[in-house]
């Protein structure tokens, strides 16, 4: 129940194409949904995140759009960029469990110029 | 203002040995979180400290340990090093400890010869 799943394991996009990364989780008490890009060499950095209160949140080219009935959230990235190529982590936590987050396994995107 | 820092980047030890990581948080963040990460696992908790207490604890064992001192700096030990603790150690910072942003530090390159 605690798992977090997330897909594709990879994707290729082309510049200028839209990327879409989706993750589901089971534990009805997650409340707090953020996306993070790792390059390589570098910690996770956070990019976006949302709570259930919302069904979609948008900052610049990235976009969250969250199901709370089918227990979903996607991350789309517009305008796909080379300099976004990175392993894009989703990751949820629940406000009991204090500040341990439960990652997805990653996707590793790949944007070609 | 500056980001969260992991000393050292890159550590090298043998199995049995012990070790200790530190980090610095943001200035400000009075919760500092560990992860671990590897290929095969992905990103996993560790524990969380909040005003020099143990929060939360994932399930690792027990020759995992850390503390936080009352600068909110924290350290992350490691005895009895075994070839599987090879891994990213990444320390996390966040302003309180129930569903807030975290902030990740680059992380400690753990390798186990």
């Known amino acids: 129940q605690q798992q977090v799943k997330q897909s594709p394991q990879s994707l290729i996009v082309q510049k200028g194409g839209i990327s879409i990364i989706n993750c589901a989780y089971e534990?009805?008490?997650?409340?707090?949904f953020p996306w993070y890009q790792q390059f390589p060499g570098k910690g996770p950095a956070l990019l976006i995140a949302?709570?259930?209160?919302?069904s979609e949140k948008k900052e610049g080219r990235f976009t969250i759009s969250f199901n709370k009935s089918a227990k979903q959230f996607s991350l789309h990235i517009m305008d796909s960029q080379p300099g976004d190529s990175a392993t894009y982590f989703c990751?949820?936590?629940?406000?009991?469990?204090?500040?341990?987050?439960?990652f997805g396994p990653g996707t590793r995107l790949s944007v070609l110029p | 203002k500056a980001g969260v820092t992991q000393t050292p980047r890159y550590l090298i030890k043998t199995r049995g040995q012990q070790v200790t990581l530190s980090c610095s948080p943001i200035?400000?963040?009075?919760?500092v979180s560990w992860y671990q990460q590897t290929p095969g696992q992905g990103l996993q908790f560790l524990f969380e400290?909040?005003?020099?207490?143990?929060?939360n604890k994932g399930n690792f064992p027990g020759r995992f340990s850390g503390r936080q001192f009352s600068n909110s700096r924290s350290e992350m030990n490691v005895s009895t090093l075994e070839l599987g603790d090879s891994a990213l150690y990444l320390c996390?910072?966040?302003?309180?400890?129930?569903?807030?942003?975290?902030?990740f530090g680059d992380g400690t390159r753990l390798s186990i010869l």
């Open positions: 996390a910072s966040s302003l309180g400890s129930n569903n807030q942003p975290q902030h």
């Open positions: 534990n009805t008490a997650f409340d707090y």
């Open positions: 949302i709570r259930p209160d919302v």
């Open positions: 990751a949820a936590s629940a406000y009991n469990y204090g500040q341990n987050f439960v």
């Open positions: 200035s400000g963040h009075r919760s």
């Open positions: 400290y909040f005003s020099e207490t143990q929060r």
